[in-house]
Nanobody, 123 residues
């Protein structure tokens, strides 16, 4: 099995910064995509930023220029540096990874999620 463990959430004032980290462990052959999603209270989960093995990065329009995703393929980690935080960034942030591993359907890519970490930005 594969586990994703997140860290780094917390409470910060508007304009402040936080850094989220996520480490994948377990029976991992490779990871194609790692990224971050968030879900605010009463809203659907949405993409924040993703990083593919090929090196491309995609960001939600609302975070462009403020958030930066980085990835260490050797360590199977992904981080999200969040600057100039706004109250509307308040949400539970989830790490996601698409992992090549063995599972119920054999050797193939499976989608994994972390447990979520709360980010609260006060005004």
């Amino acid at each position: 099995q594969v586990q994703l463990v997140e860290s780094g959430g917390g409470l910060v004032q508007a304009g402040g910064s936080l850094r989220l980290s996520c480490a994948a462990s377990g029976r991992i052959f490779s990871i194609s995509t790692m990224g971050w999603y968030r879900q605010a209270a009463g809203k659907q989960r949405e993409l924040v930023a993703v990083h593919t093995t090929g090196g491309s990065e995609n960001y939600a329009e609302s975070v462009k220029g403020r958030f930066t995703i980085s990835r260490d393929n050797a360590k199977n980690t992904v981080s999200l540096q969040m600057n100039s935080l706004k109250p509307e960034d308040t949400a539970v942030y989830y790490c996601n990874a698409v992992v090549l591993t063995t599972g119920p359907r054999g050797l193939r890519e499976y989608d994994y999620w972390g447990q979520g970490t709360q980010v609260t930005v006060s005004s």
